[in-house]
């Protein structure tokens, strides 16, 4: 064998990127150019979606364990988070959550708190929790991993985290900043009128017309609706053998 042959490494072509995979590059993207600000990711796509953005375009970010520690990529501590502290960032905007929801509407008025009325709710969630101090003081984005009229809602049943309109309607805008929601269909941002929903992106195998029959109000889309954008390899590579290899991500993200 020749010895230029003998020094190149062949790789294994990667597989074409999952719906999943997909959803954590969507998720990513919501911290691109945030700085150093405290990313507090909420479930399993979000905080590989996290991650990732650190090891490649948003270098600064902060990552937290979730209750008193700044972590590492590798999970290790890296700096002594206090309650007071923690607080001291959401209320100064230094911190974007992503955050789930099992009601939102077109304005992202964002419900985890109940199903039904709320003197006889038919189903009792979270709570509300610290939704609406997030939403007032710092920038807020959606995770929902099941896209459907069920969460989708025209009206909200109960506002935990507030929407464009409401906050409006309060004159509590100064702060007040929902930079995207990503479901498994697509890809959202606030740009539509009044600051209401508008579609940005479909994943690759869905329609928007599947996208609005998930949906159960009017959203605003452009004529033509791009892909949500490919992951480099690179990008696989990371979610696939660094950040997630157990491939729990498909266990959030059902096609």
Known sequence: MARGAAEVTARTPLLPATRAEYCVIACAEAWRDNGEVL??????????????????????????????MLVGLDGAAE?????????????????????????IDRFGNQNISC?????????????????PVNTLNNPVSYWVPRHSTR?????????????????????????????RVVSDLGVFDFTG???SMRLV????????????????????????????REPADEELRLIREVIDPENLRDREVRV
Request: net charge positive.
């Open 151 to 179: 969460v989708f809602v025209e009206r909200v049943d109960m506002v935990s985290g507030v929407g464009y309109d409401r906050a409006e309607a309060a004159g509590v805008t100064r702060f007040h900043r929902l930079p």
């Open 79 to 103: 700096g002594w988070l206090p309650y007071r502290r923690h607080l001291t960032m959401v209320t100064g905007g230094r911190r974007h959550v992503m955050m789930g929801a099992s009601q």
């Open 201 to 228: 992106s479909v994943h690759p195998g869905v329609t928007v017309e599947q996208v609005r029959a998930a949906t159960g109000f009017d959203l605003t889309a452009a004529d033509e609706v791009p892909y949500t």
């Open 39 to 68: 990313a507090s990711p909420m479930g399993l796509v979000p905080s590989f979606g996290a991650r990732l953005a650190k090891r490649t375009f948003s270098p600064d970010l902060l990552l937290t364990d979730g209750e008193a």
């Open 115 to 131: 199903i039904g009325d709320w003197e006889r709710p038919a189903r009792q969630l979270l709570g509300v929790r610290g939704a």
């Open 193 to 195: 009128p009044g600051h």
